[in-house]
């Protein structure tokens, strides 16, 4: 199947500072990107849409300027955590389209803010 | 409003079969997901329908009822390895994944 790396795989930072988390389609062309939230004990929570070369739609109750998407091309999607907070430590995830019927899932992205 | 619905806990014997099953209701249907997910980490792909019938691939096989808005995912020859999490997905006509809140499959010796 296809690859999605996502990196890093874990990460700590201080309360304050920004985080860039990289989402990679490693022998694909993705169009369209997804990022995920998994809260503990819950199902994956959808954030945001990234197609290539256009702005993220972000779901509701996700702050834009908070969650900064990028997708500049069509083998990577980043998302940028800024100004993070102990509440932002969680479980992020996500996965890239080939298709219109296909989703492959990045390894994910444990964050803590301490 | 959008709705995967799936048994929050079930529990089998190593070596035996459990069915686990999903039930739906999106705006639109591009196909429906199956993942695994041990705790800590990513979900895993399991499988994919987007057709009417059954898919098989080793041990679990998954099947779909449009019509019904209806899905299983069927595991054989349960290995406690197969102790995790599964996620019913469902991607909608805007091509966005609607996730279940996962089954929790404990197996016992």
């Known amino acids: 199947g296809a690859v999605v790396s996502q990196h890093p795989s874990r990460v700590i930072c201080k309360s304050g500072t920004s985080v860039k988390i990289e989402c990679r389609s490693l022998?694909?062309?993705?169009?369209?990107m997804f990022w995920y939230r998994q809260f503990p004990k819950q199902s994956l929570m959808l954030m945001a849409t990234?197609?290539?070369?256009?702005?993220?739609?972000?779901e509701q109750g996700v702050e834009k300027d908070k969650f900064l998407i990028n997708h500049a091309s069509l083998t990577l999607s980043t998302l940028t955590v800024t100004s993070a907070h102990p509440e932002d430590s969680s479980f992020y995830i996500c996965?890239?389209?080939?298709?219109?019927?296909?989703?492959?899932f990045g390894q994910g992205t444990r964050l803590t803010v301490v | 409003g959008q709705n995967i619905d799936q048994p929050t806990e079930m529990t089998a014997t190593e070596g035996a079969i459990v069915q686990i099953n999903c039930t739906y209701q999106?705006?639109?249907?591009?196909?429906l997901f199956w993942y695994q997910q041990h705790a800590g980490e990513a979900p895993t792909f399991l499988s994919y329908?987007?057709l009417d019938g059954l898919e098989e691939k080793g041990r679990f096989s998954s099947f779909l009822s449009r019509s019904k808005g209806y899905s299983y995912l069927l595991l054989k020859e349960l290995q406690m390895k197969d102790s995790a999490s599964y996620l019913c997905?469902?991607?909608?006509?805007?091509?966005?994944?609607?996730w279940g809140a996962g089954t929790k499959l404990i197996i016992k010796p």
């Open positions: 996965s890239a389209s080939r298709s219109d019927t296909e989703a492959f």
């Open positions: 022998d694909f062309q993705a169009t369209t």
């Open positions: 990234s197609n290539e070369g256009s702005k993220a739609t972000y």
């Open positions: 999106t705006s639109g249907f591009n196909g």
């Open positions: 329908n987007v």
């Open positions: 997905a469902v991607m909608d006509s805007n091509y966005q994944l609607i």
